[in-house]
């Protein structure tokens, strides 16, 4: 490469020490800068109204070797590993998402979400 070819390199690529920001590094790349411009909504989902998903309402976990699980019956309590009024875990698709408070709805258990986690890969 040539000097002119190397400061024409240097002229596109940030420098060792110097920091770039976003509207200067938006400003040189209009894809970019469109992006963050455009209002999201509801309708732009709509492709994916009808895929499946599978929800679950964890209220606890219990760990029991097969003797102990041969042993359960009709009446048998199971302890699990929450305390009562204890949040319990919302997955979707096998997913943290939520966790929420067990709430009666017309004589049926519902769950109330009370916390939105936005890391969903924490599996508790």
Do not use: C, H, W
């Not at 390199?9 to 060792?16: E, F, G, K, L």
């Not at 770039?20 to 509801?42: H, P, R, V, Y």
């Not at 895929?51 to 019956?73: C, D, E, K, M, N």
């Not at 096998?94 to 004589?107: F, H, M, P, Y």
């Amino acid at each position: 490469m040539s000097e002119s070819e190397t400061d024409a390199a240097d002229d596109t690529q940030p420098r060792a020490g110097t920091e770039m920001k976003f509207d200067e590094f938006a400003q040189g790349e209009g894809a970019l800068a469109e992006i963050g411009d455009e209002e999201k909504s509801a309708s732009d989902l709509a492709p994916v109204f009808d895929v499946p998903v599978s929800i679950s309402a964890v209220l606890g976990r219990a760990s029991l070797s097969v003797a102990q699980l041969l042993q359960l019956g009709q009446g048998s309590v199971l302890e699990l590993d929450r305390k009562v009024g204890e949040a319990i875990d919302i997955y979707v698709n096998n997913r943290l998402v939520a966790r929420g408070e067990v709430v009666i709805v017309d004589e049926r258990l519902g769950v109330t979400m009370t916390e939105i986690i936005k890391d969903g890969d924490n599996q508790a």
